[in-house]
Structure formats: C-alpha cells, structure tokens
C-alpha cells in the first residue's frame, strides 16, 4: 500500500482536520479488526475512535455505536459522522450501569500511557461475555524509523507517549482483569511510505518540542534511506510496523 501524508500535528495527538486525508491507511488497515465482531446487533464502544472512520462502518454494519477519544476535535469529527462521541481518556471512563457488549479498539491503544488502567476500564464497561477486540503497535513497532530520528537528534531522550507492549505483556493485562484470549497476533506489517518526512510531520509531532520542524524533518529525510526497509517490490522506502492484535472475551 503506498500512502503520502502532507502536514503537521500537534503533540502527543495527530491533527484531526488533516488526519483523513493523510492517514487513511491507518482505519483501512484496522478493517480486519472489524470483523473479528459478534454480527450485530451489539452495543459497540469504539476506544480511541480518531475521526471516527471505523466507528462509522461499524455503525454502517448495523451496530450501535459510542465512540471515545482523548482529543476534542477527533470527537467533533466523529460526531459529524452521527456517532455518538464522547472526549474522554481511555485511562478513565465509565459509562455505570449502561454497559457495552464489545469494545473494539484500532491504532489508539498504544497512544495510552497507563495500560492496565485502560484495560481495567473495559472490563467495567462490559456486560456478561463481553468481548474486546483492538490492535495496536507490538513491542518493536517503528523501531528503525525512531533510531534514524535519535540519529538526527542524538541529544534528545525519546520524548515519543508511545506504549508498544509485547504479547506477553498484553496478555498479562487482559488475563488479569479475567478476559480469556481467543487469538493474540503478533506481526510485522511494513507499510510503503515514499515519503517519510510527512509520516514525522503527522505523528512526530513530541519530537520538536519548541524548535521549529522543518529541519529536523529534512535531516530525517535525509537519513531515512540508511535507516528504513525497502520494499522488495517496488524499492520503496517503507515504515516498519509491528502489530498486535486481539480477540478477547470476559
Ligand atoms: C502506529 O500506528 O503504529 C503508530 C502511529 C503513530 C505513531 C506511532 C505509532
């Protein structure tokens, strides 16, 4: 798949007005998440919803639909898609006695910074069998692309919230809160990315702090050759994903 992103983010969050046309491969690629659904008609709550794109399709398959993100516009977004949309963190929500019979989750988890607590609260906010779905960055995800960006900035901690956890720490999560795991997959998924620079322009954005991007992205571009896998197909510069996938039920 070969995708272009032209923007900029802002920290900790990607920029919801340019995220849907720029990082449409990322609800696209969570599709088969989706299908790991009970058939409808189910009570849905899409955890970390983003702009609402697969809260969208779930709502299209003939589920009922309440999405949740940390960030407003993704929210306002969303509910501009009718789905009913609430801002609140994946860290601590709670919808009390109104319980869902799924949660399903794409791309957001790993954005959490308090694992166990967002699997605490999905617990909670399930029925009897309830089922969670999701997948997120794997231990590993991305691993070339943030060692070209520590190249360029060498002086620099990772200042990057993300959380890639191993499988068996995922595990580990779900099985606490007594979620039995039907499948846990964990794999490579390189995606084509002839220009990197935009992907550190849209989800780069904890690395600039206060300093202006631009040259820190034209440094990173320069070196991202020497860094990134190619595709063996086309030669194209590609971003190593590593995925996590889920199907657990309580
Ligand atoms: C991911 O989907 O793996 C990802 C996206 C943005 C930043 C970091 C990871």
Redesign the pocket.
Known sequence: MRWSLVLRGVSAKCDADLYGTTASF?PQLGKPVLDLLPPPPKRVLDLGCGDGVLSAELLDRGYEVVGIDADERMVEKTRERNVEAFVKRGEAFDFEAKKFDCVFTN?AF?WMTDQPAVVRCVKQALGPNGVFVGE??GHG??AALREAVRHVLPEEPDL?P?T?PTPIALREMLEIQGFRVLSLDYFDRPVECPDPADWLRT?GNCYFRDRDPEPVVRAFSDVAPDFLPTSPTTGTLMVD?VRLRWHAVL
């Open positions: 990322v791309a790993h997120c960055g995800n991305i990057c993300w890639f989800f994903y």
